[in-house]
């Protein structure tokens, strides 16, 4: 049976030998007494090796499929742990060996808890970039506008788990996180304009937000909505409202010019004013600087356009009222000034043309104003001039008074009030002397303010200038009768005082005659004559050029003899002074 044995070790050897020995005697021994013929002996001995050999051979097929496979796992090993170094972007492990040793068993347990490790990092490494995309994800998704829908399931790239690539993740959730702070932050913004505006204007903010998207109500417990759709319809909607804002402020502003000058116009009370005080207070400002809440609601707009329609209406009833107040404007500016006042024959018309209906309020009212503003300019431009015919006008009453006063023969008198008459003909004598002097800057004045403007100064539908030169041509002729008749003046002077004298040594009582009230105060007289005379309306005659200034001093020597008489007293003084 030395046949059967196989190099497997001594000890393997010695057990089988023993044990087959001890079974082929029994064999013997059972043959023997069965009587077994050789060849039966021989098959079944033939047999007994075929099967041994064959599993020997099935334990050795085993063995080396064993082999294999803890060869293959060793590989497996060593390649998981080198596409995990790579995949998690490092370059080794501590503690793995470097070099193998040892049996298949001893090398699969020496890189299996290197593995185990490198495993673990991978899951680790795994779990940070899911949450990393899955966070992406999200913040794309609220981003999009897409925070609704079901989110799609993360892939990872397990080929690429290095930190390098976890970082660029990492920036780019970063960079979505700051953009979604910016978007809300937007947002917030324009929610609270539309709130600012929405509280200007007495609108709904919470419906004009709920009609943009839902998700932007507080109330609704939901994401906010940041795509670039909803920033858009918010830029629209706020802008729609400064829109509103500044149509509604500028309708404002016309209503309350528009009841300003209705108010001025009707004289209407404060109480009446006064419900409208904030319309008048937004004249003022700017559409940025209203911010007062419910300062340009539609109900106010409302009301302040029925208001403006009821003082339309009002102001239609009462414009021929309106009117007579602006032409009595008119003619005092034109009184004071003494220029032309339209005559009442056109304002007649006009006062018909409302009754009828034929003419516009407004326009009416406005060619007024600007006839009541021409009127003003010229008078403004008229008052230098016209305060020195004033002065010039006071001083000719004096210079008349004084006139008639040296015209007394009893000026000299002992009567009550005679001294006051002294004194006035002093102050007299002092305004007479400057009257030439006023004279000459008249001329100057009324020269150069026709110059200026290419037209004749007219007073009184006379040209000044025609009555200034007439009062020097007059004034030197009397100047010369008063050289001639100085000589006879001073000798019935005389002859006066020698009558005085013998009165008085005849009467020794002074005399009580007093000056005629007539005589002395006459100039006061005709001087408010001819104040109310030239206050009178002035522009009877059309105006005239320069060139027309002779033809008004005809017009003085031919016509004017009211004016005349105003300005250079009794025409018959001359000829008494003869």
């Not at 207070?281 to 109900?299: F, K, N, Q, R, Y």
């Not at 007093?514 to 007289?525: E, F, V, Y």
């Not at 020597?557 to 105003?566: H, I, P």
Request: charged residues 30%; proline residues 3%.
């Amino acid at each position: 049976m030395g046949s059967f044995q196989t190099p497997i070790g001594m000890r393997s050897s010695t057990l089988l030998e023993t044990s087959c020995g001890f079974l082929l005697q029994e064999l013997q021994i059972i043959w023997d007494e069965v009587g077994e013929d050789k060849f039966e002996r021989e098959k079944v001995l033939l047999d007994l090796e075929q099967e041994c050999l064959e599993v020997y051979r099935r334990k050795v097929d085993r063995a080396n499929i064993s082999r294999a496979c803890l060869h293959q796992e060793v590989a497996e090993a060593e390649a998981e742990f080198t596409h995990l170094l790579l995949s998690l972007g490092e370059r080794s492990l501590p503690g793995r060996p470097e070099k193998r040793a040892g049996s298949l068993k001893e090398q699969l347990d020496s890189i299996t808890p290197a593995l185990q490790e490198m495993r673990l990092r991978k899951e680790e490494r795994l779990n940070q970039f899911r949450a990393v995309q899955g966070q992406i994800q999200k913040i794309s998704a609220e981003i999009a506008g897409n925070s609704d829908k079901e989110p799609s399931t993360i892939i990872v790239n397990e080929n690429d788990l290095s930190l390098k690539r976890l970082e660029e993740y990492q920036n780019e959730l970063q960079r979505l996180y700051n953009e979604k702070n910016e978007r809300l932050q937007q947002v917030e913004k324009y929610i609270d304009m539309i709130h600012s505006l929405s509280t200007i204007l007495g609108n709904d903010s919470s419906a004009i937000i709920m009609e943009v998207h839902p998700s932007l109500n507080d109330l609704c417990g939901i994401t906010k909505n940041i795509s670039d759709t909803i920033l858009d319809k918010l830029n629209i909607t706020v802008e729609s409202l400064f829109e509103e804002k500044k149509n509604r402020l500028d309708k404002l502003h016309h209503l309350g010019k528009a009841l300003s000058n209705l108010w001025n116009l009707m004289d209407t009370p404060y109480s009446e004013r006064h419900p409208f005080s904030h319309v008048i207070h937004l004249l003022s400002l700017s559409s940025a600087e209203v911010t007062d809440p419910g300062s340009l609601t539609l109900e106010i707009v409302q009301q302040t356009e029925a208001e403006v329609k009821r003082l339309d209406q009002l102001k239609a009833s009462k414009m021929k009222e309106l009117f007579q107040k602006k032409q009595e404007e008119l003619e005092l500016i034109c009184k004071k000034s003494h220029v032309e006042i339209p005559s009442r024959e056109e304002m007649n018309n006009i006062i018909n043309l409302i009754n009828s209906g034929e003419i516009d309020h407004s326009d009416l009212l406005l060619s007024m104003d600007e006839q009541i503003s021409r009127a003003k300019e010229e008078a403004s431009s008229r008052k230098a001039i016209m305060e020195k015919v004033e002065k010039w006008m006071l001083a000719r009453d004096e210079e008349r008074w004084l006139e008639e006063y040296s015209r007394d023969e009893n000026r000299y008198s002992v009567s009550r009030g005679a001294h006051k008459n002294l004194r006035r003909a002093e102050r007299a004598r002092i305004m007479v002397s400057r009257i030439p002097a006023l004279v000459d800057m008249l001329i100057k004045m009324t020269r150069s303010w026709e110059e200026e403007r290419n037209k004749v100064f007219l007073y009184d539908q006379v040209p000044l200038m025609a009555i200034l030169e007439e009062y020097n041509v007059l004034r030197r002729e009397k100047e010369e009768d008063m050289k001639r008749q100085q000589p006879w003046e001073k000798k019935r002077i005389q002859i006066q005082v020698v009558e005085r004298e013998n009165t008085y040594t005849s009467r020794p009582s002074t005399s009580s005659r007093r000056l005629p009230s007539r005589s002395l105060n006459g100039a006061l007289d005709s001087s408010v004559i001819m104040n109310k005379r030239l206050s009178m309306g002035i522009h009877q005659l059309p105006p005239n050029t320069i060139n027309s200034g002779n033809q008004g001093v005809s017009f003085i020597k031919d016509g004017s003899n009211a004016l005349r008489k105003k300005i250079f007293g009794d025409p018959a003084f001359t000829s008494q002074m003869r």
